[in-house]
């Protein structure tokens, strides 16, 4: 296919030597299958935040630390050099992120390289060596959907002992090969420790999860895995090991009715937003 505008620095680089096909296009990046010499692998290219679908940005980025004191004073003036940099914040994000997860225990996909807003990484494939589906394309048996959500559950863990949560996961966000599932998309990845909204979107993913897995397992629907790790991850006691049981007792303290409401109202919307986004993708595959 011809070369995308973005990628041809990457070519010319000899990084790329020729982009496949067109894997698929999301809220903030359109993902390609390319060759790099002997190896497939995919190249990410983001889209610039005025094209990015990627709703209430500003909430994932709480908390995040820029390095260079000019480069924060220019994001916080809105000045064309600050929106510059915010993108690439954005984008490194993600590939810190890859890299940390990889390291902590996470499977995740191994990052190489990112240039000029294209990250280049690995095509996660299936046994047979073909790209790897999303999990809410893959039917599961009741038994492996525990396993599976065994897996992810540790993943999220490991997640939070490394002080980070994926912020945005659910089944769109899950990749299956040979050997279970793969978190991907992380450039909206949140500080656990920095962020307001961290305990919310830790319950959000973790709970996204147990819903999906759910459908084939229905034990599943009643733990509550969220809230019983962030209880842990407050007191100081979660590690990468640390071995759960779904369980946990309320606590006697008042609830935060609006907050719980505008938890509800933002799934709602995340939920119609994923259904929508999935039509679209599929009526353009026909």
């Given at each position: 296919?011809?070369?995308?505008?973005?990628?041809?620095p990457?070519?010319d680089d000899?990084?790329?030597?020729?982009?496949?096909?067109?894997l698929?296009?999301g809220?903030?990046?359109?993902?390609?299958?390319v060759r790099?010499?002997?190896e497939?692998?995919c190249?990410?290219?983001?889209?610039?935040?005025?094209k990015?679908?990627?709703k209430?940005?500003?909430?994932?980025?709480?908390?995040?630390?820029?390095?260079?004191s000019?480069?924060a004073?220019?994001?916080e003036?809105?000045?064309?050099?600050?929106?510059?940099?915010?993108e690439?914040?954005?984008?490194n994000?993600?590939?810190?992120?890859?890299?940390?997860?990889a390291?902590?225990?996470?499977r995740?996909p191994?990052?190489?390289v990112?240039l000029?807003?294209?990250?280049?990484?690995?095509l996660?494939?299936?046994?047979e060596?073909?790209?790897?589906p999303?999990?809410n394309?893959?039917?599961?048996s009741?038994?492996q959907?525990?396993?599976?959500?065994?897996?992810?559950i540790?993943?999220?863990?490991?997640?939070l002992?490394?002080?980070l949560?994926?912020g945005?996961?659910s089944?769109?966000?899950?990749?299956?090969d040979a050997?279970g599932?793969?978190i991907?998309?992380?450039?909206?990845?949140?500080?656990?420790a920095?962020?307001?909204?961290?305990?919310?979107?830790?319950?959000?993913?973790?709970n996204?999860?147990?819903?999906y897995?759910?459908?084939?397992?229905?034990?599943?629907?009643?733990?509550?895995?969220a809230?019983?790790?962030?209880?842990?991850?407050?007191?100081?006691?979660?590690?990468?090991?640390?071995?759960?049981?779904?369980?946990?007792e309320?606590?006697?303290?008042?609830?935060?009715?609006d907050?719980?409401?505008?938890e509800?109202?933002?799934?709602?919307?995340e939920?119609?937003?994923?259904?929508a986004?999935?039509?679209?993708?599929?009526?353009?595959?026909?």
């Amino acid at each position: 296919m011809k070369i995308p505008n973005r990628i041809q620095p990457l070519v010319d680089d000899g990084l790329v030597d020729d982009v496949i096909s067109r894997l698929m296009s999301g809220k903030e990046a359109d993902v390609y299958v390319v060759r790099c010499g002997d190896e497939i692998r995919c190249a990410k290219v983001y889209k610039e935040a005025s094209k990015r679908s990627f709703k209430q940005a500003v909430v994932y980025q709480e908390g995040r630390k820029v390095r260079n004191s000019r480069s924060a004073r220019a994001m916080e003036k809105g000045s064309k050099y600050g929106r510059k940099q915010h993108e690439e914040v954005w984008q490194n994000t993600e590939v810190d992120a890859l890299f940390k997860l990889a390291a902590a225990g996470v499977r995740v996909p191994t990052p190489y390289v990112c240039l000029d807003g294209v990250l280049l990484m690995e095509l996660i494939t299936d046994a047979e060596g073909n790209v790897a589906p999303r999990l809410n394309d893959v039917a599961l048996s009741a038994e492996q959907a525990l396993i599976d959500h065994g897996k992810v559950i540790r993943y999220v863990v490991r997640m939070l002992c490394a002080g980070l949560i994926h912020g945005d996961l659910s089944e769109f966000n899950v990749l299956v090969d040979a050997e279970g599932p793969v978190i991907i998309d992380l450039p909206q990845v949140v500080d656990a420790a920095a962020n307001n909204q961290a305990r919310a979107m830790l319950e959000r993913d973790v709970n996204n999860m147990r819903n999906y897995y759910g459908i084939y397992a229905p034990e599943l629907l009643k733990t509550r895995y969220a809230r019983e790790m962030w209880a842990l991850f407050e007191d100081g006691k979660l590690t990468p090991e640390s071995e759960l049981t779904g369980l946990f007792e309320e606590s006697t303290e008042a609830i935060d009715i609006d907050a719980v409401l505008h938890e509800i109202e933002s799934a709602e919307e995340e939920a119609m937003e994923r259904r929508a986004r999935m039509k679209a993708e599929q009526e353009e595959e026909f």
